[in-house]
């Protein structure tokens, strides 16, 4: 079994009033903007076409991001485990920016979807405590409301943070026991959410077929990080 993690974060109430367990009462590094950044802003902090992240390389998506934006769940507070597209999720950002981390040609290989989402307000944060409420609640499982299939979400479980998950104001991580449109194998994917100030970075990884990756490969998640950080300092 995975070793769990807590969330570290900036303290203050969950989304339902109470304080979240694991957060820690530092104060929080102040917002980017109120009006969070722009797209050209994001653009400039992602992770580029062709960049090498650990062994997996990064791309644009095609058609504009990855197909699970539009899956939805049910019951509706397990949404944000599914999706944090601003068209399902009830929290729309201010700009978005996603790339695809793989190896080129590897069917069989891991992939990372990498979101850097920016977001008016405090609405960032309350992605988050979302997030935790969705963790806790939808721990039993939940299902995923795809275009043409359900996917059935067995068990949600805590999963191990980067090891900069301190540098954020908060960080959460999950991995996720989904069995096939048939019922029958069990899958594995991993989703983990930093949030500096007024932008998250979501990270979702998976892999086609039985394996269970254990995490979402820390040097891809590294990368990311190290560029955003750089770039807002």
Known sequence: MIALAGVTGCGGDGEDGKPEAGRSSAPSRPAATARGLTEAQLTALALADG??????????????????????ASPAVCQPLVSLAGDV????????????????????????????????????????RS??????????????????????????????????????????????????????????????????GSTTLAFRGEILGTKDIGRIPEDVMAAQWRKFRAGRA
Request: proline residues 4%; aromatic residues 8%; glycine residues 12%.
């Open 131 to 196: 997030l935790g409420r969705a963790g806790r609640e939808c721990a039993g499982g939940l299902t995923e409301e795809r275009a043409v299939a359900r996917a059935t979400y067995e068990k949600v479980e805590p999963a191990v943070l980067p090891s900069f998950a301190g540098e954020a104001d908060e960080a959460k991580a999950f991995r996720f026991t989904v069995l096939d449109v048939r019922g029958k194998l069990k899958l594995y994917e991993y989703l983990t959410v930093l949030r500096s």
């Open 89 to 128: 999720s009830g929290r729309t950002p201010t700009a978005q920016v996603q790339r695809k981390a793989d190896e080129p040609g590897e069917i069989l290989g891991v992939t990372v979807d990498v979101t850097l989402r920016s977001y008016a307000g405090g609405d960032a944060a309350r992605v988050m």
């Open 51 to 72: 960049e090498k992240a650990g062994g997996l390389t990064v791309s644009e998506y095609a058609l504009g991001g990855p197909l699970g934006d539009a899956y939805t």
